[in-house]
């Protein structure tokens, strides 16, 4: 059985401020307290994984380990089907050294060209790591098209070219709320949150 | 908490006879009576997935709605480093439609050249589903390096291609329980044992 997290202290392996703090806006109602690996001082492992799933474990497993306490570790991207899955889980290092994702975005439309099938899912992989080497881990996606110019301002990443299905604006495009509900990294929470506080 | 499957009726939710063996096999010391899909004759759904967690999660779910009882899907294959994990959710697809592994592993030594970096991954995903939604997902994976020409006559699928790390002998060239100990497959039912099998 996974180990529940209600009232941990939880270490998210994240140097991403913004990110942490969005994760620890998520988890604050059942009493989790979280530290970021960069407060802590602990180092970026390289990711090598093969998957979106393997690398958010190894970041969680590298700050459990080092933190001695459990960590929470993300990976996720766009995984374009008639791209056969890419950018996956190279999506940010598309931007280059940079991150920049204007060139990002103008990479995936150019390698899509004109292809009929615009479809594309972000993919949100959690891993929740204890230091004695237990792991959890859970998957969330979002089917939406691709579309081109970008549009919209909020968002990070493609958000500006992906147009979720069912919806006629980009996630760029959403209030911040609406994109919550039906995101990936939503969809990844919602299994973490009834896997990890039951 | 992910529930515990001890004693419980589990489907299976593969076609492939030797699989649902291998998998009966495998979870018999803990009571659990396996029935494959296609005895219970279940569609197989389309694999729709950008990954392997979102695959054997779709076949999951389908099999577990179908049937009424929580089921067990699969869905693995060979993520290639210098291919940007090429063929990864394709495997079985790059054989054509006859599953020809002998053409999929020519395409794989044809698109790796002489590239100096011969990393690659086998990777395991496993999904159970229940009837009421609750979904539970275990990934595991073992690391090699692609040889050519393909050596060994065990194993299946690109087994003669792939030489786990430390060891100068293929998948296909390893006798069934030195492959099982350290398999991608192994690995992900380690994961699944620890969380369904308290």
């Not at 620890?24 to 970021?36: D, F, K, M, N, Q």
């Not at 960069?38 to 190894?58: C, D």
């Given at each position: 059985m996974t180990r529940s997290l209600a009232n941990a202290e939880l270490v998210i392996a994240s140097h991403n401020q913004g990110k942490v703090r969005e994760i620890?806006?998520?988890?604050?109602?059942?009493?989790?307290?979280?530290?970021?690996a960069?407060?802590?001082?602990?180092?970026?492992?390289?990711?090598?994984?093969?998957?979106?799933?393997?690398?958010?474990?190894?970041k969680a497993r590298a700050a459990a380990m080092a933190a001695g306490l459990p960590a929470l570790a993300d990976d996720s991207g766009l995984a374009v089907e008639a791209l056969n899955g890419d950018p996956g889980i190279y999506s940010a290092r598309w931007g280059g050294p940079g991150k920049d994702f204007d060139l990002a975005m103008r990479k995936v439309a150019e390698a899509l060209g004109d292809h009929p099938n615009r479809r594309a899912r972000?993919?949100?992989?959690?891993?929740?790591a204890w230091p004695d080497g237990e792991i959890a881990t859970f998957e969330g996606t979002v089917a939406g098209d691709i579309v081109w110019p970008p549009?919209?301002?909020?968002?990070?990443g493609y958000d500006p070219i992906f147009q979720p299905l069912g919806h006629t604006i980009t996630f760029a495009e959403m209030a911040g709320d609406a994109k919550h509900q039906l995101s990936h990294r939503a969809d990844a929470f919602r299994k973490l949150v009834a896997a990890c506080f039951p």
């Open positions: 620890g806006e998520l988890l604050a109602p059942y009493g989790v307290e979280v530290v970021s960069g407060f802590l001082g602990l180092p970026e492992p390289e990711e090598t994984g093969a998957t979106f799933v393997a690398n958010a474990e190894l972000f993919v949100c992989a959690l891993a929740v549009r919209g301002g909020q968002g990070f």
